[in-house]
Nanobody, 124 residues
Framework: QVQLVESGGGLVQAGGSLRLSCAAS????????MGWFRQTPGKEREFVAA????????HYADSVKGRFTIARDNAKNMVYLRLNNLKPEDTAVYYC?????????????????WGQGTQVTVSS
């Protein structure tokens, strides 16, 4: 079955960096667009970044543009999210997701497969 497993979260001070990883299995990874979303208690899941199946297209939420970078390695079935210059408001559970649509979607409801999430906590 399809599995997406995130890792790399943790506690970091404001201004610090993290790299999140998502390992995919059970799907033809190179045919899926991949997205990162985040969620805090009581709030709706929020789009962070997405990358097309060939890495030719990327899209970022305005709140993370210039600080976060999404990348993928189709040979390793991996997608990454580099988080730089972290702020306390970036604190959330971060999820990776897979979607086979012909375009990148920022709507979490359009993604088919989800990981279990990894916690990122940024202290001030």
């Amino acid at each position: 079955q399809v599995q997406l497993v995130e890792s790399g979260g943790g506690l970091v001070q404001a201004g610090g960096s993290l790299r999140l990883s998502c390992a995919a299995s059970g799907l033809t990874f190179s045919t899926y667009n991949m997205g990162w979303f985040r969620q805090t208690p009581g709030k709706e899941r929020e789009f962070v970044a997405a990358i097309g199946w060939s890495s030719s297209s990327t899209h970022y939420a305005d709140s993370v543009k210039g600080r976060f970078t999404i990348a993928r390695d189709n040979a390793k079935n991996m997608v990454y999210l580099r988080l730089n210059n972290l702020k306390p408001e970036d604190t959330a559970v971060y999820y990776c997701a897979a979607d086979r649509r012909g375009y990148i979607s920022i709507d979490w409801g359009m993604y088919t497969y989800w990981g279990q999430g990894t916690q990122v906590t940024v202290s001030s």
